[in-house]
């Protein structure tokens, strides 16, 4: 059965730390890695990622996918009040009749205090 | 770009009354997701349209829930009796026709069922 595993479940740390979170897979027909960030309403988007070593950057937040060790971290560097939410993971992959599915992880929740 | 628009934004009913959300999507976008995420948890899909067709809803409750997207564009979810376990998130997405295009999110309708 496919999966996605996120760690840690929940992580609390001060402005201006750096944090890694981690997203391993084991997901047939893989195609592509995705992170989303959750505040208090739907999940926007932040990467996608198909090549294993290309990382890929927006300001402080950063992601590498590890396709060897089937995982993903994502950093964020100088952490922010504002950056306080649940970050998610998910799995693109071809299902039957190779339509396109997601498979997502719990979430890391996030809380980064002043 | 206009996004996804939901609605309504929140909804409260009791327990065997029948519910029913909207989704528009995002100009293009032929895929479509209907997801149901309970606080703490990443979202679970249950049931994602291809323009018109109806891809995956293996983990639909089919006894009380259905779903359609007449015409390819606008898609309603409905719940017809709700229980007490339905009380959730309701995330629409829509992606384009592209196996690896990140799918954007609704704010979600929050359903409270007492």
């Known amino acids: 059965e496919d999966k996605v595993v996120q760690s840690p479940l929940s992580l609390v740390v001060h402005e201006g730390d750096t944090v890694t979170l981690n997203c391993s897979y084991e997901?047939?027909?893989?195609?592509?890695l995705l992170w989303y960030k959750q505040e208090k309403k739907a999940p926007t988007f932040l990467f996608m990622l198909t090549s294993s070593g290309i990382e890929k950057k927006s300001g402080r937040l950063s992601s590498i996918l590890d396709k060897k060790e089937l995982s993903s971290i994502l950093n964020i560097t100088a952490t922010q009040t504002g950056d306080s939410a649940i970050y998610l993971c998910a799995v693109g992959a071809f299902g039957a009749g190779n339509n396109r599915k997601l498979i997502w992880g719990l979430g890391t929740s996030l809380a980064v205090n002043p | 770009e206009a996004g996804v628009a939901q609605s309504p934004r929140y909804k409260i009913i009791e327990k065997r009354q029948s519910v029913a959300f909207w989704c528009n999507p995002i100009s293009g976008h032929a895929t479509l997701y209907w997801y149901q995420q309970i606080l703490g948890q990443g979202p679970k899909l249950l049931i994602q349209?291809?323009?018109?067709?109806?891809?995956?809803d293996s983990q639909l409750p089919k006894d009380r829930f259905s779903a359609e997207r007449l015409k390819g564009v606008d898609s309603t979810l409905k719940i017809q009796p709700a229980k007490l376990e339905d009380s959730a998130v309701y995330l629409c997405a829509t992606g384009l026709d592209r196996g690896d295009s990140p799918l954007h999110f609704g704010n979600g309708t929050r359903l409270t069922v007492t």
């Open positions: 997901v047939t027909n893989f195609r592509s």
């Open positions: 349209f291809q323009n018109n067709g109806v891809v995956d």
